[in-house]
């Protein structure tokens, strides 16, 4: 989750992430070299006398010109390589994947339904809702949309999505009634939900903590109000999280 | 014809133009005065036949060197002088860095000028500045200082950049004093003891690159004392 302020990547939990920003750090180093090249000729071309001064050195400059084409197709070809590596690492599943969840989009919440088989062969499968917490005041007596203290406005759910940490699993997204777009970029992860459609996404996080997410694309009025919130875990505390007992704090 | 409007000189019964060569009048940047040729007072119609009877402009010569060539680009050039190839030989009045001679002279021949070109053919030593100057502008249109002062497009594009950058940041302050604090729900939450124990939760939960804050006691819960 990136602060008030921010204008670089926050911490990333899975290695899509990672390789994610390893691409655009490569790509910017790439675009500061053009944008200084570029700047620096055009100051040393306008910059003495009338623009017509030094005509004589850029009119047909076969040099030049050959330099100004095939120094940009060598960097589109870096450009192209990397990303092309990077779109089918984060596109790639591991296999067998431990878990499962469907993912539901309706307006405006989430639904979460989890499947697991664990080493004796038993079926664990159960679903929940998740909704952005908005008020700071209880509307009512049993109102679970309240902010605690310390809560993010607008990030915060009252029943975070849970996912084992160093466990390959697989995401399988939908909606209920418009597109949506699950969306985590602390794992890399942008998945559009479309009504009649399973979309599939790999899913490895490889650190415990929470992540947060928007819906990322657009539903209706309250499309800002469904927020998406991670919580990684530890495997046995996944495990316990599925057989719904009591986990110790 | 209409007093005073246009003096259109007849020439070998076909209508020309008086020249299109741009008269300077008034001051230069270096401060020189140039000869004011060619103005056009209100006159009426015998005295405007009477002075183009008296200066219609000479034709073109049919003897000399480049004879031929005034005979053709008499409309072009009117009747200034062909001093040299110019650019790719084409009569034209360029000026530019690489080819510092243009091909014909700025000017056309006026009564004012003709002493002085006779006097040019003589000793130099004998031309004062002012004549100096005089002729120069009759080849020349600006001097190579006058040439060479840069356009100031450095300064344009610094203009609009900071224009740009201005009207960002007058914006981005507008949006957080008007348009943040007008959702109720959230105002609470940019107090300082709930930023303090978001922090903590921030690092608890192990979601940013964050040092926290030396000055928040994050086990009791409120700022240190």
Known sequence: ?249 | MASGLLRVPVILGRRTLVTSVPRLSGVTTTGDEVPVVGIQVPVTEEENSKWLLENNPPAPAKKGRNAHLREKLYTVIGNRDIVGPGVSGFAEYIEAEEFPFPAVRFMEPYPEIMPLLEKEKGDWKNLSIDEKKTLYRYSYRQTLKEEYTPEGLGKRLLIGTLFGLSCTMIYTQITIDYIFPWDPRAARTRQADWQGVHLGKLIAQNTSYTPGDPYWDYDKGEWRK
């Open chain 1, 1 to 249: 989750m990136s602060q008030w302020g921010g204008t670089y990547y926050s911490m990333n939990f899975s290695m899509a992430a990672s390789l994610s920003k390893f691409l655009y750090e490569c790509i910017m180093t790439i675009n500061c070299f053009v944008l200084t090249t570029v700047v620096c000729g055009l100051v040393m071309a306008l910059s003495s006398g009338r623009v017509v001064g030094h005509c004589r050195k850029y009119l047909k400059n076969e040099l030049l010109e050959a330099i100004w084409t095939i120094v940009p197709a060598f960097l589109i070809y870096l450009i192209a390589s990397m990303s092309f590596y990077v779109l089918y690492m984060n596109g790639e599943h591991k296999e067998p994947t431990l878990f499962h969840s469907v993912i539901t989009g309706h307006q405006w919440y989430w639904t979460y339904q989890y499947a697991m088989i664990d080493e004796m062969g038993k079926f664990f499968g159960f679903e929940h809702d998740s909704y952005a917490l908005l008020n700071d005041v209880p509307s009512t007596s049993d109102d679970d949309t309240v902010l605690s203290k310390g809560d993010t406005y607008l990030l915060d759910v009252d029943a975070p999505f849970v996912i084992p940490q160093g466990m390959p699993g697989e995401l399988l997204v939908t909606s209920d009634d418009v597109i949506h777009s699950w969306s985590v970029p602390a794992l890399g992860i942008t998945v559009d939900a479309v009504p009649g459609r399973l979309n599939r996404s790999p899913i490895l996080a490889s650190t415990v903590g929470v992540a947060y997410g928007h819906c990322r694309e657009l539903c209706g009025v309250n499309h800002f109000m469904m927020p998406i919130c991670v919580e990684i875990v530890t495997p046995a505390t996944y495990l316990k999280f599925m057989k719904l007992e009591e986990i110790e704090e």
